[in-house]
Every structure is written in C-alpha cells, then in structure tokens.
C-alpha cells in the first residue's frame, strides 16, 4: 500500500457523535501557555491516548475536560455538556483517576469505595451492589479492610480505579495511570481497561510509555502546549513526515550497538539513529546501501544483520516533535487524520451502564433514582464527607490529641502561669534601729503580702549590693533614731529604694509601701487623739476616728484572684487557636494531597463539602468547650454566675465563626507553611488586640477601633459577663450584635472565595 500525502485524511470520521469534542481549546496561566488551539474527537468505547513530555498541558487538558479548570479560550463538550456552561453534569458522568494517589491514605478500601459511593449519591443498595461488581471487576475483595496508604503501587492504582468506577460512568479519564508502578501491575491495569472498553466505556489515558500508546484505539501527541498529530496508531506510522518520500528505515545488529551508534548518527545519508535494545534503528536515504553504512563504520557484513522494519510510535513521536522544534511552536500545524473535522458539542445521550449485559437491559440512565441524571443540589455528598471526615478524626491520634489534650494544657498552664498580682516582692532590710517599733514596721512590710523580707543587711555595702545584684528588688533603710523620733512625737523618715527595671513590679512596691506608710500614720495619730477632749470625728464606741470612712467592697471577685478574669478569656483564645488551625489545614492538606482535586471532579456540592467538613470540626469543638469550661470550674475555682444553656449557645455561634475563619485562610493558603503563616497572623492580635491580656479603653484609638474586626473581642465580653458577672441575654446584646457581624462577614467570604474549581 502506497503511504497517503501529508496531511491527507486517511480514517473515516468515527461512526456516530463524538463523546468527547474539543475545537480549539486553550489554557493559559497568566504568561504561561499551558494549552493552545487543540482540536479533536473521541468516538464512544474507544480509548484514546493523549501522549507528551512532561509540562506539555496533558493534564491540563484532562481538568478542563471534566470541569475542574476554566478554559481560557475554545470549546471542549463531554457526553454533550460543554465543560464550561454545565461542569456539574459533566462531573456525574464521568471517573477521574488523577496523576498522583489522591485517595484517603488513612480510609481502608472499604471506606474509600463505601465515600465515593456517597459522594454520587448512591443508595445504600446500589451502593452495595456496585461495590461488589468493582472489587471483582479490579480483584480487590481480600484487602477491604486494609489501610490504603498501605497498599503497593499497583493495589493503589486498582483501588482509585474501582473508587472511579463506583458510580458506573461513561467517560473514565485516567492521568498516567501507570506510572511509577511495576511492568506485572502495568499489564493488569491494562487488561482491566480493555474490558471496560468492551463493555461500552470511553477511556481517556495519558501515558508516557509507548508500549501503552501502541494499545490504544486512537492517540494524540501534544508537544508545546499544541496537538502536532492525532490519528489511529497504524495510520500515524504510515504519515509521509515519519517516512518522508526517498528514506528507509531499518533495524541494524552489531556486536556492541552503543558504540556503533555514535558513528552511525555521523555518517553521511543517516537521518535519525536511534538504540532499541540490542539494535539500533536508523533512518537512511536511499542512496545509502547498505555495504557502504556497513563499511563505513568498520565492521564486515558477518558481523552485521540489518533487515527494513516499519515506523514505531516512538518513531513517529520523536520525527514529529523535532519538526516541531525546528519550526517552533507557534508555527506547528496538526496532522490530524480522521480528526480534522471537529463537531460542535451534541446532546447529551443516555447513559451506557457499566456492570455487565444484563444490567444494561435492565437499567437506563434515564430511571428515577439514578443520581447520574439528577442535578447537583447544595447538601449533595453532605453525608459522604460527614462520614469520612469523622473517620480522619478517629484515625488520627495527634489531631485527638490537638483537640482534646492540647486546650486542656493551655488553660492549666496559663490559668497559673499568668497572674496579674504581684506579691511576695524580694525585700532587703537595714534596720540601725533595732528596738521594737523597728520590728513591728519591718513585720508590717511583711504582713501586707507583698513584700517577702528575704535578707536583713548589717552594713551598707551588703545592703547595696543585694540591690545591685538583683537579689532584692526593694531595700528598706530604718535610721537609728526611728523609735526616738516616735516618742518625742517627731516625724519619722524611712527610706525605700525600689528597683525600677521592672516597672510592674515597681509600681505594685510604690503604691503598697505608700499605703502602708498612710495605714501606719493614721493608726498612730488616731493613739494619740484619744486622749484630747476633742478630735475630728469618734466612731460607734468612742475612739477617736477619721472624719469620712470609705468602705470599699470588691465585687465578682473580691479576693483579686487573676485566674478568674484570664481563664474566661483563654476560653475564648483556646477555641479559635484549635478550631481556626485545624479547619485551615484539614482543607489545605487535602488540596496538597491531590485528594480535594478528586473530589472536586465528583457532583459532590461546594456547600455540601464545606458542611460535610465544617460539622466534624463543630461537633468536636462543643465537646472541647464543655472540657475547657469543666477546668475552669473544677480546677480554678470560676464559678459560672450566669446563665449556662445561654454559654453554651453563644460558643456555638462562637465556634461557626472560628471555623469560618479557618476556612478562610483554606482559601488563601496553598501550603501547610502558608496556613500555619496565616493561621497566627489572625491569633497575634486575636491575643493583643482582644482585651485578653491589655485593658482596650488604654489603647490608641486606630488600635481600639481594630478591636472591634475581631471576633474573639466581643467573646470574652461575652465569656466574662456570663462567667464573672451574671449577666443576661439584654446586657450582652451589643456583644452578640457584634459576634453575629463578624460571622456573618467571615462566612461569607469564605464560601465566595471557596471554588469547586481550581484557580
């Protein structure tokens, strides 16, 4: 048979309307052109080989198709849908096996097929039934209850495999499906997609393995984000540019093939050499004979068998590709044989079943009930995340550990670590007095609680170096003539020297020892005045007494205890620190696994993902609320004065708000470094901005009106007036106006960043 012209249409259009139709289709990333104008058609039960170097656009061909990433220009339709009006529809008709695992490494293979199930919305029949026909289909019945992250490369490409089949689709689009596991496991996958292909199944493969592309019904090859040939197989090899007019190829045998070949791409007249094996492949014009090639590389024709051979794919790929290169890309036309006619999109047809004959008969895709034909709602796949989502938590102990053990850590260490009082000051005495009044002033410093006597000097150097080393913070001086002067009814003068490096502590010192010294006086003068026939003012007995008593009484709590105004706050700190970071890297991990790319190719709904995966981390958060307030009743003491359903009710509104905003930095995080990055730049003024640690009224005012964009800020009020304060829903309405704002802000824009597509 004579070889067609170039760019001659040598196949038949496939018989009946493609299932998969692209005209034109590009996609670019800013400067980067992932895809350009490639065009093809994919007739049903074929499997179509899309072949490429890495970073070609192979993959990003496969997510436009099945509605996970928006074309940039051109149009792509799949059983009908175009894939840029109706991605939903196109996603419940069709399987994805991405490039990477990116099944649940820590679901068992029954808990990964019983997901995907749900995510379809498979009744629990169905469900069952289809469960069945996979595992035999892919012979995975004896590891169901094995881990998947534990399964060996080709166990794992037949799980995600069965998990793409669950829902009996028309289109399975696989992506190098093959790679990285062994020759054995590649031979099986294969014999499983030949029988789907049999029964009824487009398959859509990319590969890098030539072998895998010779089995293919139809391949294209995309080099430079362009399509430069599509065709079956046999036609490609007989292309005039594989084998241009006055060329042959042959298949050459000489002792020791890795030396020859280096001269064999040196001669005269060889075009392409090429090592397969033991031989080499050449590409000869027909002027070269071949005792001439044989003498020129210094061998006798014993040593050498050649004999001619037809094109492989690699031949045609590679000839193709170099043509590419030397044109350059822009200038690179497709030789499409049999494909250069693309249709528009068609109508979507019904729904081939997948099981086997009698299924097909039986069921049609059009039957109520089918989920296949029933439009997506906002609650689909609820419950298929609900479930796997709860099974993560059960089967990782560090996240139980987070969630349960950290916050219980955090409330004892900073219910006692943080404590605003300051008491038992280091306290160095040089008494030259020595005489009782002396003592009883020394044991009135040490009465007030504050000042702990820790040394008594017995000469100014000692006393001054117990300042200067830092082993006293404050140092009193009682002269000699203290108890003289108080008899003689003289003023006594005592010097305190305070160490100011602390300037809290400081202050605490100033003002207790400037209040002892009033209480000391008063108690004094009142002695004296006794005896006069008229003072100021004489109390209920008689005694001489002050003119005005103010009598104060602390209210909420009297005895100034720190841990009942901190560890109502840490409450509220404690629950956004662990619900903000472990919604933000639930989502973020999947997206870095590949597993949240998985299921945005199924028809599970983005409201249903987000509650699917928001509800767990809710559930969970109320139990750590109860544990959380439980120490702070049982541990510290706090009672709660106020009402406790009316608590609990407002953490909830609390908790939504924190996971809201975990599920922001999801959307703006790619990484776990970046969520983790973003996850404590919202804790840092969450913590200082608050009113959790500084008084908010002493704050600039820019820095005072920040407060009011954080959420936390209106929960400790909240927290402290319940807990502290008693008080009711009316006194705590300005704060839950506020809370209700910030979640309603927060939540939506999460769910408006929040895309079932990638960027």
């Not at 404050?474 to 003689?488: E, F």
């Amino acid at each position: 048979m004579n070889p067609p012209p170039e760019n001659a249409i040598v196949s038949p259009r496939p018989a009946g309307s493609p299932v998969i139709s692209v005209r034109q289709l590009s996609r670019h990333f800013g400067k980067l052109v992932a895809v350009e104008d490639v065009s093809f058609n994919v007739a049903r039960g074929s499997i179509f080989g899309l072949l490429g170097p890495n970073g070609s656009g192979k993959s990003t061909i496969i997510r436009m198709l099945c509605g996970v990433l928006e074309p940039t220009g051109g149009s792509a339709s799949v059983l009908g849908y175009d894939v840029r009006r109706d991605p939903e529809a196109v996603k419940r008709r069709i399987g994805y096996m991405s490039q990477k695992f990116s099944l649940y490494a820590d679901l068992s293979v029954r808990e990964n097929l019983e997901f995907y199930g749900r995510i379809y919305g498979l009744d629990p029949e169905r469900l069952a039934r289809r469960s069945k026909e996979v595992q035999e289909l892919t012979s995975i019945s004896d590891r169901l209850d094995q881990l998947a992250g534990t399964l060996s490369g080709g166990w794992k490409q037949r799980l995600a495999l069965a998990c793409a089949l669950i829902h009996e689709p028309d289109v399975v689009f696989l992506d190098e499906p093959t790679a990285g596991i062994d020759p054995v496991a590649r031979r099986d996958l294969w014999d499983l997609l030949f029988d789907l292909a049999g029964r009824g199944v487009t398959l859509f493969v990319t590969t890098h393995y030539m072998d895998e592309a010779e089995r293919c019904s139809d391949v294209g090859y995309i080099y430079m984000s362009r399509l430069i040939v599509c065709g079956k197989p046999e036609v490609l090899k007989r292309l005039p540019a594989v084998t241009p007019p006055g060329t042959r190829r042959w298949e050459v045998e000489v002792p020791h093939p890795a030396e020859s070949l280096s001269q064999l791409r040196h001669l005269a007249g060889v075009r392409d050499a090429t090592l397969f094996g033991q031989a080499i492949h050449v590409l000869v014009d027909d002027t070269l004979a071949e005792p001439e090639m044989i003498e020129k590389i210094g061998l006798t024709a014993e040593a050498v068998a050649i004999r001619p051979i037809e094109p492989t794919l690699e031949d045609v790929f590679v000839t193709l590709s170099r043509a590419a290169e030397l044109k350059g890309a822009e200038n690179v036309h497709p030789v499409v044989p049999g494909h250069q006619d693309v249709d528009p999109p068609v109508a979507p047809e019904p729904v081939v079943s997948l099981p086997d004959s009698q299924q097909r008969q039986t069921r049609r895709a059009g039957d109520a009930g089918d989920p296949r034909t029933q439009k997506s709602t906002w609650s689909t796949g609820l419950l298929a995340i609900l479930l796997k989502e709860f099974s993560h938590i059960r089967r990782e102990p560090s996240t139980l550990i987070f969630m349960f053990v950290v916050p219980v850590l955090q409330t004892m260490i900073f219910g006692f670590a943080i404590d605003t009082q300051i008491e038992h000051i280091p306290t160095v005495v040089y008494n030259l007095d020595g005489r009782r009044p002396s003592l009883e002033l020394v044991e009135a410093f040490g009465n007030t609680r504050t000042f702990s006597v820790t040394g008594r000097a017995l000469s100014e150097e000692e006393f001054r170096r117990s300042l200067t080393s830092g082993n006293a913070k404050v140092g009193i001086t009682i002269p000699a003539n203290y108890t003289d002067q108080l008899l003689q009814g003289q003023q006594a003068e005592v010097q305190v020297l305070i160490d100011g490096s602390d300037s809290q502590v400081a202050t605490t010192a100033l003002q207790s020892a400037n209040l002892l010294g009033l209480n000391l006086s008063i108690g004094i003068a009142k002695g004296l005045a006794d005896s006069l026939p008229r003072v100021p003012a004489r109390n209920a007995i008689g005694q001489a007494a002050l003119p005005v008593e103010i009598r104060s009484r602390l209210l909420y709590n009297p005895a100034l205890e720190s841990s009942h105004f901190f560890v109502p706050g840490l409450v509220g700190i404690i629950l956004q620190l662990v619900t903000l970071f472990l919604t933000s890297f639930a989502i973020v991990r999947e997206r870095e696994l590949g597993t949240l790319e998985q299921l945005f190719v199924t028809p599970v709904g983005s409201a249903g993902l987000l509650l699917g995966k928001l509800i767990p981390y809710a559930i969970v958060g109320m139990f750590e609320t109860l544990i959380v307030l439980l120490v702070m009743v049982y541990v510290f003491g706090v009672p709660i004065v106020g009402s406790l359903p009316l608590l609990l009710g407002l953490s909830a509104l609390f908790l939504v708000c924190a996971l809201g905003l975990g599920l922001l930095v999801s959307t703006l995080a790619k990484t776990q470094l970046q969520a983790m990055q973003f996850a404590f730049l919202i804790m840092l003024p969450s913590v200082l901005l608050s009113g959790f640690m500084f008084p908010r009224a002493e704050m600039p005012w820019p820095i005072y009106m920040v407060g009011f964009a954080i959420p936390v800020t209106y929960f400790l009020e909240i927290l402290r007036g319940l807990v502290l304060r008693g008080a009711d829903f009316i006194d705590l309405v300005p704060h839950i106006v506020g809370l209700t704002i910030c979640c309603t802000v927060i939540l939506t824009l999460s769910l408006a960043r929040f895309r079932k597509q990638l960027a």
